[in-house]
């Protein structure tokens, strides 16, 4: 008896759509579709993914439209292949030649994940260049603080603790205790 195909949509932003996917992903043969809007960064909290991988079976497959929607790094694409294989459960992409079921498949999604975590890598760079190259320019300053530190040492002076304090101001006790260090 073939396994059932189930398919797996994700997007980065909750201003991202994922209906593409869902449509490419049903014209595919999926009966199930699940969707979800985090970021492909990491695995973790991506209850969807959680939920598809836990629910297939061994000779079922899961697509997705491009091996990007599944994840971002290597390291998280080589575990999810692994659990996958360990469930006897394929891995095909809508867009790219990827079916796990095949040596050529299998190469070919290793080399995509090497592409997609060194694509992670230059955004990251670049990021970080801008944000140095706006601070050396005077526009980039930084998220402005949170906290008052004036107002949480005049809660100390007038001999509240900092359960007391974080519980006035909204903030964490471990910021409170950071501000009261001399």
Do not use: H, W
């Amino acid at each position: 008896m073939a396994g059932q195909l189930f398919g797996y949509a994700r997007v980065s932003t909750t201003d991202q759509d994922v209906s593409i996917q869902e449509a490419a992903l049903k014209a595919a043969g999926c009966a199930i579709v699940r969707a979800e809007k985090r970021t492909g960064t990491t695995t973790e909290g991506r209850v969807e993914l959680r939920n598809l991988i836990d629910f297939t079976r061994a000779g079922d497959t899961i697509v997705v439209t491009r091996i990007d929607r599944l994840a971002r790094s290597i390291g998280d694409l080589a575990a999810i292949v692994k659990e996958l294989e360990s469930r006897q459960v394929s891995l095909k992409a809508t867009e790219q030649p990827i079916d796990t079921s095949t040596a050529a498949g299998r190469a070919f999604l290793q080399m995509l994940g090497v592409f997609a975590e060194f694509e992670t890598a230059i955004r990251r760079e670049r990021q970080l260049e801008g944000i140095e190259q706006a601070k050396s320019l005077g526009v980039y300053k930084g998220r402005k603080p949170s906290i008052d530190p004036g107002r949480v040492k005049r809660l100390v002076a007038e001999g509240k603790g900092a359960s007391e304090i974080s519980r006035i101001l909204g903030i964490g006790r471990a910021s409170v205790y950071r501000l009261m260090r001399p």
